[in-house]
């Protein structure tokens, strides 16, 4: 069984930072691509960004120059930087890291965290 922590939400002014984490922990053989995601009240969840397992990263443009992921393999864990906050990022803010355990690979997803940005 795999578990996924998020953590670093929070209620943010518009122009302000946080930088969201993303744990994982169990039986993991291998962690391959990672990313986050997001969804709005009334809008579908969608790609914010992603880190593939040799640290190749894709970012969505409505975010591209403000957020940045990362990831530290040792640690199990993802990283979303986020700058220059808008108030249409707010959104609940989900990881997702397929990861390979005794059995082929499974997509586990967090269990989201809330992000506000205040105009």
């Known amino acids: 069984q795999v578990q996924l922590v998020e953590s670093g939400g929070g209620l943010v002014q518009a122009g302000g930072s946080l930088r969201l984490s993303c744990t994982a922990s169990g039986s993991i053989f291998i962690i391959n691509a990672m990313g986050w995601y997001r969804q709005a009240p009334g809008k579908q969840r969608e790609l914010v960004a992603a880190?593939?397992?040799?640290?190749?990263?894709d970012v969505a443009d409505s975010v591209k120059g403000r957020f940045t992921i990362s990831r530290d393999n040792a640690k199990k864990t993802v990283y979303l930087q986020m700058n220059s906050l808008k108030p249409e990022d707010t959104a609940v803010y989900y990881c997702?890291?397929?990861?390979?355990?005794?059995?082929?690979?499974?997509?586990?997803w967090g269990q989201g965290t809330q992000v506000t940005v205040s105009s």
């Open positions: 880190i593939t397992k040799g640290g190749s990263t």
């Open positions: 997702k890291i397929a990861v390979v355990t005794t059995t082929p690979q499974v997509d586990y």
